[in-house]
Nanobody, 122 residues
Framework: QVQLVESGGGLVQAGGSLRLSCAAS????????MAWFRQAPGKEREFVAA????????FYADSAKGRFTISRDNAKSTAYLQMNSLKPEGTAVYYC???????????????WGQGTQVTVSS
């Protein structure tokens, strides 16, 4: 079992930045790839970014490329999502997820956090 707790969400103006954190309970944190998804009201949950267990490989949705950076600190069992140049369409609940293998599909992730709200004002 892996328990995930997100933090760092909030209200930010368009063009601003936020850094989300996802703290994991697992002592075997390095057994898991980590990912971030987001879900806006009335929309399906969508992939944002993912990182391999070592941190050596990262993957981004087109909407995140060039603006968001996913990273992890295995010594702290924590994953991060640095979000720059935020846009109003980025308003959503952001979730972190863990799974042994990196995928882009939310249905394949076994472990999820409770989510953190990000609101980008125009």
């Amino acid at each position: 079992q892996v328990q995930l707790v997100e933090s760092g969400g909030g209200l930010v103006q368009a063009g601003g930045s936020l850094r989300l954190s996802c703290a994991a309970s697992a002592r075997t944190f390095t057994s898991y790839a980590m990912a971030w998804f987001r879900q806006a009201p009335g929309k399906e949950r969508e992939f944002v970014a993912a990182i391999s267990w070592s941190g050596g490989s990262t993957f981004y949705a087109d909407s995140a490329k060039g603006r968001f950076t996913i990273s992890r600190d295995n010594a702290k069992s924590t994953a991060y999502l640095q979000m720059n140049s935020l846009k109003p369409e980025g308003t959503a609940v952001y979730y972190c997820a863990a799974e042994p293998t990196v995928t882009y599909h939310s249905g394949t992730y076994s472990f999820w956090g409770q989510g953190t709200q990000v609101t980008v004002s125009s």
